[in-house]
């Protein structure tokens, strides 16, 4: 028992001294000394000098119009608020007000029957989204 008491006594204080005495140690607002930029390497010269071919195309991102699904539609007929329950990237879907960041840079600008439109908060709206017909 008083070797674990020692050997924890001893990790807590190197601990602790690597903390407190390490290159990061100071004031949070001290200034650090500036270095001069290295120079970018080239990603197709590393892949070639390792022995990869050529660089494999990187995928698009995915369209905005698979991102979201429209899941349901809450519309103030008069009021011309509203809300709709949205899913982003196939998490579960959330409810927006109008006026609510949907995504970054897209915000929930009206809801209209069974129809929400999102896109910028100013200007023309980026994507319509529709539920699906009802069922008969």
Known sequence: MTFVLGFAAAASAVFWGLRLGGPESG?????????????????????????????AAVAPAPALASRLVLVGVVAGARSGEGAAVIAVDGKPAR???????VDEGLVLQSVQG???????????????????????
Do not use: M, W
């Open 27 to 55: 004031p949070p607002g001290a200034a650090t000394a500036a270095t001069a930029p290295s120079a970018a390497a080239d990603p197709a010269a590393v892949a070639r000098f390792l022995g990869g071919g050529p660089a």
């Open 95 to 101: 409810p927006f007000r109008v006026g609510a960041a």
């Open 114 to 136: 069974r129809r929400a439109l999102v896109g910028p908060a100013q200007g023309a709206p980026a994507l319509t989204l529709e539920l699906p017909a009802p069922r008969k």
